[in-house]
Every structure is written in C-alpha cells, then in structure tokens.
C-alpha cells in the first residue's frame, strides 16, 4: 500500500510532500521517508512507524528545497527499519528513488552488481535501480537516459520516480505494467507527482494518468511524456472534479471499473510485508501460530457468505495442497444452524470484506461457543470480525466502493495463498526449496493480473453482441471451478442477466439441457492439468448449437478452432491461477451492465456490508 508524492516548484517541497503522504495514510503502511534537494546534495530523512515519527523528526532536522519526492512503505523485502524505508539514495548519494511494486528480479540484478563491487546500504528490491542509474550517470549519462536504460533490466510491474542533484530542476516518473499508478499533477510554476490523486488535489484539478511504459519528465514549467524507448507521447490532460466522490474515480467511469484496474496494485499491496523474498518464506504476524498449534490442526472450516464463500473454495485447494489440512467450506448463513462438528483442534476461517457481514459473524460466534480457534481474513481494520478473531489477516485491498466486490476478492485469494505456504512450513509438510518456489511465484504475481488488465477491446464488443441474452452459463474445472461461480456472480449481480456457474464435468447432468444458439457458454479453458477435459466440454456445447466464450492461455491458438470467441490471460501457477483468471470474468461482467445501462457501482437491492439476516 505504498504512497508516493513528488512536487518541483518555487514553494518549499517538503511541507507539500508531508501533507500530500498524510492524504495517503489510508492506503497503510509501516515506515516512511522523503528526500529534498538542498543545495548541491540530497537530504534525506526516513522513519519506521506512523507519518507522525517522519515529521517529528524532520522538525528536529529540518530539510527545505524547492524539488523532493516522498514515500509510505509497506514491507516486501527487508523488515521495516529506517535503512529499508524509502527514498533509497545510492553510494555517491546524487541519486534518490521512491518506489512501488516488486522487482522480480532484483536479486540476480543485486547479484550481478555486488560482483562489481556495488555495496548495498538495505535489503529491498529498491536499491538495485538506484545502483542501475547512478552506474549510467557515472558514465555520462543524463537522469533521464540513466533510468531510461536501467529500467530495461528490470522484470515486473513497478513505478519509480526519481530525482538527482546534478540535475535538481527535475523529476523522472517511470511506470512499467499495472501495479501502482502515476498521475502528474500541473500547476502554475509547480508541478506534482503522486500514485494517488488525493495526495495532491488540494493543489491542483488538472492532471495527467502515465500508462504502462510511459515515462515522464517533470520541471516546474510541465511534463514530457514518452515511452521508455523514448517515443513522444501526447499526453492527455484530465479535469478532475472538486467533488470528493467523482475526483475519487479519477480518470475511470466508475468506482467498479477503478478497482478492477487497482488489482495489481492491491495484489501487491497484500504481498507487501507478507513474502519474505530473501528468506524465502511468508510472515502472518497477527496469526501468532507455533509449529505444535500448526500440527495439532486436525480441520479447517472456512465461513463466508457470497463473493467470500467462493474465495474459500479456492481457498480448500489451496490450503490442501500447500498444508496437507482438511478444509470444509460452508455458507455463513448456513453453518450454525447444522450443528457443526468442532473442536479445540478446529480452526474456523472466516472470510468478510467488511468484517461485519452478519452470518459471518454469527458463524464466528458458533465456533467460539464449541471451542474452536478463530481466524479472519478481513478488509477493514477494527472490524466486528477482526476483533472477534484469535488471529487475522488483513486483505490490504484498501476502500472498495463498488458494491459487487473484485479486488478485496483476489486480495482474499493472495492470503489464502499465503496462508497456505505458512500452514505448509510451520506443518513440516513444504520441503525449504518447494516454499522458496511458491514465494518466489508471488513476485510475478502483481505483473501477470496487469498484464490481463492491459487487454481491453474485445470485452466492449462481446458487450455489443451479447447485452440482449437472458442467460448465461458459466464452466471450469478443478481450481478454477469457483471462478466459474464467481464469473456467473458478477454478472447477475451487476446486469441482471441471469447467470449460472457449474463443474463442467456437471454440464452432461442437467444443465446441457439449456444449450441452445441463444444462451453463451462461457468457459475457463486456460492450459493446465484438465486442459483437454475442459476441451471436450467446449466441443459438446458446440455439437448443441452453443455459443462459446473461452477464457484461454496466452499463446494457445487451438481453442480458436474450437470456440467462437477467445479472451486470453498469462500463464500462471496452477495454485495462483484464479487471481489471473477472474479478471477477465470481472471485466466481461462490467461491459456487460454498462452496454445493457445499469448502475454498475450501486446494483438494485444490493448493499456493500450485509449487516441483516
């Protein structure tokens, strides 16, 4: 949930930089730093703990230029300590970068400059870039060419901005796929850089989005946009409204569409503090497990109600293979009143954005009453569920407006992920290699939901041929079953097409019955160990006169022979493979209901926290 501000202008930078991360403290995090040009150096003052530590400190040193970038910082590599928390400034100290997102290949890169005798001042991915640069520089290379060549060694989605004091009129911001974004805020002699746009509204409404692979450079007088090959880029200007609610969205339609396309970002977010690269294992501080509690489990029982209950039937693959545990999903609304069989053995799960979701709770308090131990994997901080819980795990998806949920759901898939590997290491059952492997695929992670996320096109013209059907079927097999169910959700819940997800090995026993040329079968066909089963469903639906929607791994061009239309997604790691694959689904949905008019973010009879039963 990292913050990043940046302000070159006439006035003093670092009071603009404070407030503006201030305006960010909502995202979280767990240290926090700036950097200022003074002079011919660059001051830098970092904290670990809450803003307020920053500026005490700042107030005890003071620091004041007219250029300087800042940075909230939650965790991925390195605890947080003042020598990991941002801005990162290198050996010759002329360079300062802040920085989100995860570099995937930090540690061959960190590798291949200690060889040349690079000495390294903290343990995050960060510093590598600032080595990168300061090494170009060195060999008399301007800032902007300097980043434009280290950033081509770097693998992931991330967004840098970086400043220097030989060139202390300027700000270079870089954005590469979709895990944090970049606005460029103009002003009148000063201009602003920021990942959120809260964090400089107050200064200006006229701002500029980076794209992937876009850089720009920013003096007081305005920003040059290019790509990262150096391509001139007409930016486009937007106007963003005084009013909280509309400048919230940014340059999107609405809330929902903006948290489809935040989930690289919140997939980051989640990591972040969580997967230890180095180490290569997973933290869950506020789980406060021992090995001896860990092996004594003798059953897991997620609850959940909705978009949740489907999280946690990924959640039984997942916490199956990855901690060798049983694991029973049951409705919230449902589980007390079957008089569960638990125990002190018993770990109860319960899954709730809001964490005051009513069955939810009521579930909770089931358990407790029958002696089980209580977990939650919760969006808001201080919610009912939270407090209720032993131990929790927090989504760090951040505010979720739209009522029908995406990104707190692939926020809940990571902690499931998560809570898997860590289960898996203190139950002896993940071999020290197999736990660095499933770490070390959660650093490609955020670039993989960012690369769906750069598809857009053909989702608005399947909204043109299909707004009008009434029905729709929804298919997948193994893990990727409940995506099918959540595909199916998304789409009644925001269009109010009706929609039904199924097992395709279930489609022969009933439900085939409904194909016909009216009703499109869409169905999650991605390259993995029941590729060829779900094959076979594609060609019985289309021997019935169906209409296939295939959802299929990048790079197959087979299933165009078989399917009348083809999204495609990264390849990705089977037990990972749901994040990626619901984004997708989620997109079909939200051009769906936005072809057919609806009100996408506040859907009829829909409520964001079901606080009745």
Known sequence: MCGIVGYVGLRDATPIILEGLKRLEYRGYDSAGLAVVEGDTIAVRRE??????????????????????????????????????????????????VHNGIIENFLQLRQELEAEGRCFASETDTEVVVHLVEGYMAGGADLETAVRRALTHVKGANAFVFLSSREPDRIVAARLGNAGGLTIGIGEGEMFVASDIPAILEHTRRMIFLEDRQMAVVTRDGARVTTLSGEPVTAEVHTIPWDPVAAAK???????????????????????????FDAGRVRLEHLELTPEKA??????????????AYAGLVGKFILEALARVPVEVDYGSE??????????????????????????????????????????????????????????????????????????????????????CYLGELRGVLER?????????????????????????????????????EHFLYLGRGINYPIALEGALKLKE????????????????????????????????????????????????????????????????????????????????????????????????????????????????????????
Not at 260 to 276: C, K, L, P, W
Not at 578 to 599: I, S
């Open 494 to 613: 925001i269009s109010y097409i009706h929609a039904e997800g199924y097992p395709a090995g279930e489609m022969k026993h009933g439900p085939i019955a409904l194909i016909d040329e009216a009703m499109p079968v869409v169905t999650i066909a991605v390259r993995d160990h029941v590729y060829d089963k779900m094959v076979s469903q594609v060609e019985q639906v289309k021997a019935r006169g169906g209409i296939v929607i295939a959802l299929a791994t990048e790079g197959d061009e087979d299933i165009t022979t078989k399917a009348d239309y083809v999204l495609y997604a990264p390849p990705t790691p089977p037990l990972l493979s749901p994040v990626v694959n619901v984004v997708p689904l989620q997109l079909l949905a939200y051009h769906l209901a936005v072809r057919r008019g609806c009100d996408v973010d506040q859907p009829r009879n829909l409520a964001k926290s079901v606080t009745v039963e």
């Open 250 to 276: 940014g340059e999107f339609r609405h809330f929902m569409q903006k948290e489809i396309y935040e989930q690289a970002r919140s997939v980051t977010d989640t990591i972040r503090g969580r997967a230890d």
């Open 48 to 97: 670990v703990g809450k803003l307020a530590r920053l500026m005490e400190l700042v107030d005890a040193e003071p620091m004041s230029g007219q250029i300087g970038i800042g940075h909230t910082r939650w965790a991925t590599h390195g605890e947080p300590s003042r020598r990991n928390a941002h801005p990162h400034v290198g050996v010759t100290g002329e360079v300062a970068v």
């Open 433 to 469: 290699a197999q736990l660095r492997h499933l770490v070390n695929d959660l650093a490609r992670l955020p670039d993989m939901v960012g690369r769906t996320l750069n598809h857009g096109d053909e989702y608005e013209q399947l909204a043109n041929i299909f707004y009008d059907r």
């Open 335 to 420: 589980f007390r009143y079957r008089d569960p069989i638990i125990n002190e053995n018993t770990a109860v799960l319960a899954i709730t954005q809001s964490g005051e979701t009513v069955d939810t709770l009521a579930a909770m308090e089931e358990a407790r009453a029958k002696g089980a131990g209580l977990w939650s994997i919760v969006n808001v901080i201080g919610s009912q569920a939270m407090r209720l819980s032993d131990g929790y795990i927090l989504m760090h998806a951040g505010p979720e407006i739209g009522v029908a949920s995406t990104k707190a759901f692939t926020a809940s898939l990571v902690d499931l992920y998560l809570l898997g």
């Open 295 to 308: 092996c004594s489990l003798e059953k897991v029982i997620i609850v959940a109600c909705g978009t949740s």
